[in-house]
């Protein structure tokens, strides 16, 4: 069975002053699904112990919006994932796509950061999704699989499956413009028939094991929808978990959805 996840991203927003007031109302609205789903909170670089503090024991762990690929070194301004560890983070985004719109990280630099996440013993969660423009050329599947594969070839396909994958349409983040069941549907069952064509015959089928959540305008309003799909395996989370009473509500609804709270999940 696939744990659900659910993951806030709270990309470069906050403030000692707002993150203490946001944590402070959510930490008692996800107290309910803390042990039947993995929740983590993502927060900018300079708030990661503050942040880490904040969630103490509650089992929600802490993750990293970005990583550099080097270890160590004459990197002025980057962030390795030794230094993440250190400050408690279980969860690693990498290959966001304003990542690589805005700072124009290729899928190989994504990959280089995907191996040095899973290096560590953390938790790598790769970013995929089309643009607007690539979707209207039809080219979504295309471009999904070649960000996967990028990361196939640099870690092997069993190290993918220790990684969670989400995928973000591009022209959804952010937008208000949520992809409909139907087209999310449709892309997570193409990412996993994806990762079972790379599987060699005796590997086992490694995807059904990897889990593949949703990102893109997610709301308290279309999240019940959106994790009710079958192969959908949670959220990641911009814009609304910036708002304790929206983020706890989408948590409601991923446990609903996944029947945890009620003991019939719906993956077996
Ligand atoms: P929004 O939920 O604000 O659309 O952002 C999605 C996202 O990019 C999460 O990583």
Redesign the pocket.
Known sequence: MRKPILIA?WKMNGSLQSNQALMVRLLPRLRLFRKTMDLAVCPPFPYLFQVRDLLGYTGIMLGAQNVSSYVSGAYTGEVSATMLQEMGCRYV?VG???RRALYGETSQDVAAKFRSVLGLGLIPVL?VGETLEERENNQTRTVIEQQIQAVIDEVGLASLARGVV?Y?PVW????GKTATPEQVSLVHQDIRQFVARCAPEASGDISQELRVIY????KPGNAFELFSLPDVDGG?????SLHADDFGTIAGALAEASGVLTGECKVE
């Open positions: 991203n985004l966001h796509s304003e970013c989400a973000e959804a983040i952010g937008t990102g893109g305008s997610v990641l989370i911009g814009g609304a």
